[in-house]
Every structure is written in structure tokens, then in C-alpha cells.
């Protein structure tokens, strides 16, 4: 049993006693835990207990901690506040590099804005600045808690065995603890909102203006921090946006708003998928090629917003840095401000706006932002999410959220909300190609600084210990400001010139996405009820899963935890029949690893080409021949498995004329994968011998020998893909391989069941993964929920 209550205001104290008895010893009996957290604009407490006879009990124990004599007296003790505030004093982590890096951030502010102020509490603004200065913190507190802790704005979560009856029983004790401050309240709450409503009519809605929140500069600066651990070394540039929230309220969320609900995230995993993108003339590319960045995860750009608040917003990219992408960060930044620069291409020289994006691209962003936070995206009906979901999208009849809405992202075919994200996407690249508001902060380690002494633009930096050097006063970060205005005019953009005209590593905008639809169709209402078998030509069988199923078993391929609701989603099974792996010899089963493995390497381009689309692929040999897995959404699944299966059939035409080749990570790789077989000493010894001394020319050989061997096959569908739909794509298929096998005159060893071929597949590329996708952090909680 769990329970979650979720507020929309920030927490005062995270715990409080109950009847003289903590109420986290009291739990600690029975094996339970607790914990709170603080989201933007909201406050969750939770607890777990994992013996439910013990349940009704510690709902009580948790609505005592929000009754209002309850929490005054903790309070006014101050035992428990001196306590409170060393934990949260303990919290605050000046070693994390993400913390320094933020109150580096603040010390550049302009002291007028509010971000110079914006802090976590410590010591010393909880206990030691409010006593010199007379303020009363017990008396702050309590005046807080009667102003946000109240009914109206608090949801409780409870998840239990128990029936619905039952429980609406044990969460009594809560709703009278909170109806107390509400019936206070309630008056002055329909003052306020009277006495708001007829100033909004009067005046209309009105924005939040700041002073500036950086001093303005005609170029930029390289901020260079020393790190005291000996992870790589990071770059990250932030930008201060100035997004109105101030005109949006809870009317504009759901099904009868008109209103666009166009928040910095939003405008953000955007921006993530412009820089974040695979492929051709993308900055993934440009970056690789050079090594500057990090492989894998770390060295994507990962965006994420420290502040973000109605009319001030910072957004920070992040990227993992090699020795030389620290040796070159100058060339590195401009790299990144070049790519933005480059989407300026898309625009119409008509427009007023110089990075205004088409509207097919940014429909394709909605698209892939829909696909990976809300479709594809595991959310488990957990408390914490619900009530923190429930804050955030709604409550009514139906369930969290407003039905059949989704107001993370706008519709593609709302054309005000496009238009608007259009716009807010055009204003924010500007602002990020302006060197005078790009704070550029370098996380160095101190091998790095140390073995530095100069790059291709770079200058040499100076000694630690010199005064150059200088202290952020509450995390005590060492960092040294670097002055590269020169740099950029003088050295860096003839440098990216060079790489672009004369290597053609060129920086380009974005592209639409083939395999992306700009609008997803939704899930079919209708299909087949039962399990259809289908013969397709001579040897072909394809056995069709019904269309509504939802549970797993033998007949069903082991896919990714998404909601149990109907979605696009599908899968297909290729399984060609062929007795040549079974009856390998140590050579040729080494060399056909090593044409599957090469093949991997071959076709990146097309498998990153489908995971903004929610596509992947599986290949694996097995007993009854090779096996070719395809996950994605029904919409662009058949035309994804059909260049993928050409693909693989000319894939030995390739390795042949040198267009495709193994390369010594391949060969590592499948060494690796090899030592790990299941196989007797010798024979394992043997496997790895061959694939040591196998070739491009050997692999090639080897693959050509198999698809000739090829003699039927087998295909299996499920989900979203009706029958029909089916049949044509695997008589599409199995054309693509009849060009290539051969008559073979000994029928191939079949499976006896299906489930033989269904064994688990693992997935490629892994950044098809939601949780991968560049910037689905931003616009959704891969484990909140919202019902449909």
C-alpha cells in the first residue's frame, strides 16, 4: 500500500510529529518509508507500508502532520526547526558539478534580478541572515502554511488492495484536517479571485518584466571551472529566455481551451531535436568526426531548464568533452552557434523571422514528442506520479487529466498552437546564435587545465595558482574567465569555413523525416478478433496475432512495457528457413557473424533514421535459420522493413566493392559477444581464430552463401497492423529475398511451434529507447501517467 498527497506550493517542513511520536520512527515499525520532494510549484509528501493491516492507522498519523495546531506548534519548536534546517542545509551539495556550475551562473547575474537571489536554503538564509535581521521564521512559516495548505489545491493519491468503498472510509481523517484551513480560507479565496477576475477584465493579461538578467556583451566568454573529481570533462552553454507564462491559468488546460499552452520545454526538446539529430551535415556527426565529444549518451546535447519561471527562463545544453574537444572548445562552441545558424536556411526570405521553421518540420517535432512522452512512454500507475499528474493535468470524472487531451505539446492540426510553438521555436534560436547572451561554463578536470598548453585557436591558459583564478563564494568552484572575442572572428569561423568547403564537413539545418509522420494516426477501433494464418506464395506462411490483443504468451513476441491502452504500436517477425546455420562449420559460422555484425555498422544511417519514429530491428541467427525482428508504429513500420530488408540483401554486393567494411570495433565486438557462447573450449577457441583472420571478402562470401540457402519463411504480426496490411508487406518481403536464394532441393528444418521463433529480441538502435530520444525528459515523466 502507498500513499502520495501532492500540494501546489512549496514545502515548509518535510516532517512533523504526530501525537509526540515521529512519524517516521512509527512507520519504521512496520518496515514503511517516507520522503518529500519539491517540484516546480508543487510539494509531494509520500509514504509506502508494506503491511496493510497497518494502513488505516498510518493514514491517520499523515493527515496529523497537516493539522494546522499540529504544524504551528512544531513551529515554535525550536528543536525540530534547528534540525530541519541542518537537513536541509546537509542537501545542498557544493561538490555536484551541476550545483556549481548553477551558482556560478547566479554570481554573473545582474544583482537587480531576481535569479542573482534564487537559491536553495542553507545555514545560513535559514537561520543565521533572518536572526541578524529580526525576521521570525516560525511565524514566516506558519503564515505559509495558511496561505498554500488547503484543500482546494491538494490532491491525495492512495494505491491499496483494498476496495474503493474501504478506502474512501480511511481517507476521511485527511479531508478533515484540510477542510479546517478551508473553511477559514474560503472567504478570502473568493475575494481574491473575484478581486482577480475584474482586474483581468479591466486590464487584460499582463506579462512579468525584469530587469536584465545578464550584463549585456558585444562578444563572448569562455567561463572555465575546475572540477576536484576525475570524470570528463563538460561544456555547457546557457541562454536566458523570457517566456509569459502570466496569461496562462488552469482554464487553458484541456479539451475547451483554445489557448496555446507553449512553455520553454516545449520550445526546448525542440531545440533538442534540431541539435540533437543523427546523420548527414547534423552536429552529432560533425562532433564525432572530430572527437571532441564524448561517444554514446554523454556526448549528445541534453538540454534542461535550472530556472524556469513566467518571463525569466534559463536554458542550459550539456556535452561530455574529450582532451581534445577541451583543446578545441572555442572551435567547439562556434560549432554549435554554426548549426543553429544553419536552420536560418529553412526560413523564407519573406519572413520577418529568420529562424521561423517550417510548419511540416515542426508538426514531424510534435509528432516525435507525442510518439516518445505520451504513446510509447512507460507510466505506471504509481501514487507519487498521479498526484504530482494530477497538480499538473487535472482532476474530473474520468481520471487523471482531461480525456482524449494532451497538454504537454499542441495538436499538429491546432494551427494557432503550431503557429505559436513556430514562433517561440524562431525567437529562441535567435537568442542562442547572439555570442553577447551565450554564457559558455567549461568543467574541467585538472589534468586537463594542467596538460593544456594551447590548441588550434586556444590560447595557453594560466597556472591554478595564479589571481587569474578566482572563488564562487558558497561552493568555493575555482574558475577563470577566458576572453575569446577575437577568437571567433579572427580564427574560428575560417577554421569551420575550411572544414565545410574544402573536407565537406559541413554543418546543415534540419530535414523531414521520411519515416516520421507529421500526424499520427490514431489506434484502429477495428480489426481481426481472431488469430488469421495466411499463406503467401509458395513456402510463406504468415500467422496474424489479433488485432485487440493485449496480453502476452507464446504467441507473442516480448516487446517494451508502454500503457495498457491501444496505441499505434506493432511488430513483425521475419523468420527466413534455412538448414546452412544449423549444419555451419566453426568457419562459416564465424563468418556469417561477421557479415550480421558488419551489417549493423552498414546500416546506421537508415536504423537512425527510424528512432525518432519509435522504429528498431533485431537480427539473430538460430537453429531454423535467420531471424529479422521490426518494432515500431503502423504508419511507417512497412516502408522501415522494406529499404531494410533491400539493404540487407545488397549488403555483400557492398563489402565486395568496399563501399561497406568491418571495422576493428566490429571485429571486437563480436570477439567479445563470442567469448560469452555457450560452447565447448575448443570449438569457442576456434570461432574466435576465424573471426580474427575473417575478411570483408570472407563475410561477404559467407552472406551470399546463406540468402542462397534461404528456402521459405515464416512471419508473424502483431498490434496495430491489420491483416491485409500484412499479407502485402510480406509479399513484398519475401520478393526482395527470392531474388537472391536458389533452388534448394532439401526442404529446410521447420519450427514445431511458434513460440520457438518469438524468443526475446534485443533491440537496435538503443537509442530508440523513449527514454533516449533528445530532450523526451522535457515534455514528459517517462513514469507519470495520464489517462486517455
Same mark, same amino acid.
Given at each position: 500500500s502507498s500513499s502520495s498527497s501532492s500540494s501546489s506550493s512549496p514545502p515548509s517542513s518535510r516532517r512533523r510529529r504526530f501525537d509526540d511520536i515521529d512519524f517516521e520512527d512509527w512507520l519504521s515499525e512496520y518496515d514503511g518509508s517516507s520522503n518529500g520532494f519539491t517540484a516546480a510549484g508543487k510539494v509531494c509528501f509520500h509514504f509506502s507500508l508494506p503491511q496493510p493491516e497497518a494502513f488505516p492507522e498510518a493514514l491517520v498519523r499523515f493527515a496529523g502532520l497537516f493539522d494546522q495546531e499540529t504544524f504551528e506548534a512544531t513551529c515554535r519548536d525550536e528543536t525540530i526547526l534547528r534540525r530541519e534546517i541542518r537537513r536541509i542545509d546537509s542537501e545542498l551539495d557544493i561538490n555536484n558539478d551541476n550545483t556549481r556550475a548553477f551558482y556560478l551562473l547566479k554570481s554573473f547575474a545582474n544583482p537587480d534580478h531576481p535569479f542573482s537571489r534564487l537559491g536553495a536554503g542553507n545555514l545560513n538564509s535559514l537561520e543565521t541572515v533572518p536572526k541578524s535581521e529580526g525576521l521570525d521564521i516560525s511565524k514566516r512559516l506558519a503564515e505559509f502554511f495558511d496561505e498554500h495548505y488547503i484543500a482546494s489545491e491538494a490532491v491525495l493519491v492512495v494505491i491499496s488492495p483494498d476496495n474503493v468503498r474501504t478506502l474512501e472510509r480511511l481517507v476521511a481523517p485527511f479531508s478533515d484536517e484540510f477542510s479546517k484551513q478551508k473553511l477559514v480560507l474560503e472567504q478570502k479565496l473568493m475575494d481574491d479571485v473575484s478581486s482577480a477576475s475584474n482586474e483581468s477584465s479591466k486590464e487584460g493579461a499582463t506579462s512579468i518584466s525584469f530587469p536584465p538578467p545578464f550584463r549585456r556583451l558585444d562578444y563572448r566568454q569562455n567561463i572555465l571551472v575546475k572540477r576536484d573529481d576525475d570524470d570528463s570533462d563538460t561544456l555547457s552553454l546557457a541562454w536566458p529566455l523570457e517566456r509569459q507564462y502570466s496569461d496562462i491559468n488552469a482554464n487553458d488546460i484541456g479539451a475547451s481551451s483554445t489557448k496555446p499552452l507553449i512553455v520553454a520545454p516545449l520550445v526546448g526538446f525542440v531545440v533538442s531535436q534540431i541539435l540533437g539529430r543523427q546523420g548527414p551535415e547534423s552536429l552529432n556527426a560533425f562532433l564525432l568526426r572530430r572527437q571532441w565529444v564524448q561517444p554514446g549518451f554523454k556526448g549528445k546535447p541534453r538540454i534542461t531548464f535550472p530556472c524556469d519561471v513566467s518571463g525569466f527562463q534559463v536554458m542550459r545544453l550539456e556535452l561530455g568533452l574529450t582532451a581534445d574537444g577541451?583543446?578545441?572548445?572555442?572551435?567547439?562552441?562556434?560549432?554549435?552557434?554554426?548549426?543553429?545558424?544553419?536552420?536560418?536556411?529553412?526560413?523564407?526570405?519573406?519572413?520577418?523571422?529568420?529562424?521561423? $521553421?517550417?510548419?511540416?518540420?515542426?508538426?514531424?517535432?510534435?509528432?516525435?514528442?507525442?510518439?516518445? @512522452?505520451?504513446?510509447?512512454?512507460?507510466?505506471?500507475?504509481?501514487?507519487?506520479?498521479?498526484?504530482?499528474?494530477?497538480? +499538473?493535468? @487535472?482532476?474530473?470524472?474520468?481520471?487523471?487529466?482531461?480525456?482524449?487531451?494532451?497538454?504537454?505539446?499542441?495538436?499538429?492540426?491546432?494551427?494557432?498552437?503550431?503557429?505559436?510553438?513556430?514562433?517561440?521555436?524562431? +525567437?529562441?534560436?535567435?537568442?542562442?546564435? %547572439? =555570442?553577447?547572451?551565450?554564457?559558455? +561554463?567549461?568543467?574541467?578536470?585538472?589534468?586537463?587545465?594542467?596538460?593544456?598548453?594551447? @590548441?588550434?585557436?586556444? =590560447?595557453?591558459?594560466?597556472?591554478?595558482?595564479?589571481?587569474?583564478?578566482?572563488?564562487?563564494?558558497?561552493?568555493?568552484?575555482?574558475?577563470?574567465?577566458?576572453?575569446?572575442?577575437?577568437?571567433?572572428?579572427?580564427?574560428?569561423?575560417?577554421?569551420?569555413?575550411?572544414?565545410?568547403?574544402?573536407?565537406?564537413?559541413?554543418?546543415? =539545418?534540419?530535414?523531414?523525416?521520411?519515416?516520421?509522420?507529421?500526424?499520427?494516426?490514431?489506434?484502429?477501433?477495428?480489426?481481426?478478433?481472431?488469430?488469421?494464418?495466411?499463406?503467401?506464395?509458395?513456402?510463406?506462411?504468415?500467422?496474424? *496475432?489479433?488485432?485487440?490483443?493485449?496480453?502476452?504468451?507464446?504467441?507473442?513476441?516480448?516487446?517494451?512495457?508502454?500503457?495498457?491502452?491501444?496505441?499505434?504500436?506493432?511488430?513483425?517477425?521475419?523468420? $527466413?528457413?534455412?538448414?546452412?546455420?544449423?549444419?555451419?562449420?566453426?568457419?562459416? *559460422?564465424?563468418?556469417?557473424?561477421?557479415?550480421?555484425?558488419?551489417?549493423?555498422? %552498414?546500416?546506421? %544511417?537508415?536504423?537512425?533514421?527510424?528512432?525518432?519514429?519509435?522504429?528498431?530491428? %533485431? $537480427?539473430?541467427?538460430?537453429?531454423?535459420?535467420?531471424?529479422?525482428?521490426?518494432?515500431g508504429i503502423s504508419q511507417s513500420l512497412p516502408s522501415y522493413a522494406r529499404r531494410f530488408c533491400r539493404r540487407l540483401v545488397q549488403h555483400h554486393a557492398r563489402l565486395v566493392d568496399g563501399s561497406a567494411i568491418i571495422a576493428s570495433t566490429t571485429k571486437r565486438l563480436a570477439i567479445s559477444q563470442a567469448n560469452r557462447l555457450q560452447e565447448p573450449p575448443l570449438r569457442k577457441r576456434q570461432i574466435i581464430g576465424n573471426l580474427r583472420t575473417g575478411t570483408a571478402l570472407d563475410a561477404a562470401a559467407e552472406g551470399l552463401a546463406f540468402l542462397n540457402s534461404c528456402d521459405g519463411g515464416l512471419a508473424f504480426a502483431q498490434g496495430d497492423l491489420l491483416n491485409g496490411e500484412a499479407v502485402e508487406l510480406c509479399k513484398e518481403i519475401k520478393s526482395i529475398f527470392s531474388r537472391v536464394a536458389t533452388e534448394n532441393y532439401r526442404s529446410p528444418v521447420q519450427p514445431s511451434r511458434l513460440g520457438e521463433v518469438l524468443y526475446k529480441p534485443y533491440w537496435k538502435p538503443k537509442t530508440s529507447s523513449p527514454l533516449l530520444i533528445p530532450g523526451v525528459a522535457l515534455i514528459s515523466d517517462a513514469c507519470g501517467r495520464v489517462q486517455r
Open positions: 577541451f583543446a578545441n572548445r572555442s572551435a567547439l562552441v562556434a560549432a554549435i552557434l554554426e548549426c543553429i545558424e544553419a536552420t536560418a536556411k529553412l526560413s523564407l526570405p519573406s519572413s520577418d523571422q529568420p529562424f521561423l $521553421l517550417p510548419r511540416e518540420l515542426i508538426a514531424q517535432y510534435i509528432s516525435a514528442a507525442r510518439l516518445h @512522452g505520451y504513446t510509447l512512454a512507460p507510466r505506471p500507475p504509481d501514487a507519487v506520479e498521479l498526484a504530482v499528474d494530477s497538480q +499538473t493535468f @487535472g482532476l474530473d470524472g474520468q481520471g487523471v487529466g482531461v480525456l482524449g487531451t494532451w497538454p504537454l505539446f499542441p495538436n499538429p492540426n491546432d494551427g494557432a498552437a503550431v503557429e505559436e510553438l513556430r514562433k517561440a521555436v524562431a +525567437t529562441t534560436l535567435s537568442t542562442m546564435t %547572439d =555570442p553577447g547572451r551565450t554564457i559558455a +561554463t567549461l568543467i574541467a578536470r585538472e589534468s586537463s587545465i594542467k596538460s593544456f598548453v594551447g @590548441g588550434l585557436v586556444d =590560447p595557453s591558459l594560466p597556472a591554478l595558482d595564479s589571481p587569474l583564478w578566482k572563488r564562487e563564494p558558497l561552493t568555493n568552484a575555482q574558475y577563470y574567465v577566458e576572453n575569446v572575442a577575437g577568437l571567433d572572428r579572427l580564427l574560428v569561423s575560417p577554421m569551420l569555413w575550411a572544414l565545410g568547403k574544402v573536407e565537406g564537413d559541413e554543418l546543415g =539545418p534540419p530535414v523531414l523525416n521520411p519515416l516520421l509522420p507529421a500526424r499520427l494516426r490514431p489506434p484502429r477501433t477495428k480489426g481481426e478478433s481472431q488469430s488469421v494464418t495466411s499463406v503467401i506464395g509458395n513456402r510463406w506462411r504468415l500467422y496474424q *496475432a489479433p488485432l485487440l490483443e493485449r496480453k502476452g504468451g507464446e504467441t507473442s513476441l516480448p516487446l517494451p512495457l508502454i500503457p495498457p491502452e491501444r496505441s499505434s504500436r506493432c511488430s513483425l517477425v521475419i523468420q $527466413l528457413l534455412s538448414n546452412r546455420p544449423r549444419e555451419a562449420t566453426v568457419r562459416q *559460422a564465424a563468418r556469417s557473424q561477421l557479415w550480421l555484425a558488419s551489417f549493423d555498422d %552498414d546500416i546506421v %544511417d537508415l536504423a537512425e533514421l527510424g528512432a525518432p519514429a519509435g522504429l528498431a530491428y %533485431d $537480427l539473430s541467427f538460430n537453429s531454423y535459420g535467420l531471424r529479422i525482428c521490426f518494432r
